[in-house]
């Protein structure tokens, strides 16, 4: 366990030494280094939801697509943080162009005009409210105002799957937030682990690891969220979209291509990911079993963002009006709901 976190917070720093120093990005023209080179900065986060990110940047899928459409070059620079509101942050500023995050802080991001939209779906994947098997916690009604939850950050998906069993179980969606407290996932797990909060509601391949400790799982999520719906998704500003259609297009297209890789190679898409994904630390064979979960998969449409949004619009997680449809959210081409 100490050796998984210490890789992950060396993996943060190396990732934010990046960020700083990536250089802002407007049109075509300004996604040039001093020697012509194009640039484009790209930010995920931890988990095995990412994994068509590092399929890209490991099989360099951009760069190629790029390069066979135009004849030219790219430079992609990829980073990791710990969550969709710093990636929101880093858009706002100008230093990156792609980014994939939970639906919850996407639809926020584009409602609040952050300046991008969704350019395709990702992944869907298990999410399970974690807690220790002697907790004595079998639903959301045995938690008391002392009791913690770990969850990534308030406003993220997490928080707002939180809410919708919260407003399922308890009649408020509200119930249990002056119970959370925000960690990455990692370091939630680590919490969890030594009893310093009472549960963790967190993502693959987190719950995977945790249930190999023999920490059990809260019925609360399932039931609001079901297996296929949409978790994680790609976004693109708008500055990319608009003023350089040809990169924009090979990133839509090397995501696609990384996908179609983890769905038809499996066996092969473990082995990347065992080698290359930090987040990860286990072996090949470890990481295929995550990937066969059949609460694990992998598409580039959308399903169940706009029940989402809707729900995040009427119970006040937005300070903005929700989106009308599913077009206020995605660019021209995204299919799904």
Not at 122 to 140: F, I, V
């Amino acid at each position: 366990m100490k050796k998984r976190i210490l890789i992950m917070l060396v993996t943060v720093i190396t990732a934010m030494g990046m960020c700083f120093a990536m250089t802002g990005c407007g049109g075509s023209d300004e996604n040039a280094n001093a020697d012509g080179t194009k640039t484009l900065n790209i930010m995920q986060q931890y988990g095995l939801a990412y994994a068509p990110f590092v399929v890209m940047e490991q099989q360099g899928l951009i760069e190629k697509a790029y390069e066979e459409a135009t004849g030219s070059t790219v430079e992609v620079n990829y980073a990791t943080l710990n969550s969709g509101s710093t990636i929101n942050e880093s858009f706002a500023s100008g230093d990156v162009q792609v980014g994939a995050m939970g639906v919850a802080p996407a639809v926020t991001g584009v409602q609040t005009g952050v300046g991008y939209k969704i350019c395709s779906n990702m992944s869907a994947q298990p999410h399970k409210l974690m807690t220790q098997p002697d907790s004595g916690k079998k639903s959301l009604k045995d938690f008391t105002g002392e009791d913690k939850i770990a969850l990534v950050n308030i406003g993220s998906i997490q928080h707002i799957l939180l809410a919708m069993a919260c407003e399922e179980q308890l009649g408020d969606a509200h119930a249990l937030d002056a119970n959370i407290s925000a960690s990455a996932h990692p370091d939630g797990m680590a919490a969890l682990e030594n009893g310093q909060v009472a549960a963790q509601l967190t993502t693959s391949p987190f719950t995977f690891m945790e249930e190999e400790e023999g920490m059990v799982e809260i019925d609360a999520i399932k039931s609001v969220w079901p297996e296929g719906n949409s978790f994680i998704v790609a976004v693109a500003s708008e500055d990319l979209y608009n003023n350089d259609p040809e990169l924009y297009a090979a990133v839509v297209q090397a995501i696609g291509e990384a996908i179609d890789f983890i769905n038809n190679s499996p066996e092969d898409a473990a082995a990347l990911l065992a080698e290359n994904d930090q987040s990860i630390d286990q072996d090949a064979d470890t990481v295929l079993s995550w990937l066969n979960d059949p609460a694990c998969s992998y598409s580039t449409e959308l399903t169940g963002v706009m029940d989402m949004a809707n729900f995040m619009a009427e119970n006040g997680f937005l300070e903005v009006d929700g989106p009308a449809d599913i077009s206020d959210l995605v660019f021209d081409g995204v299919k799904g709901n």
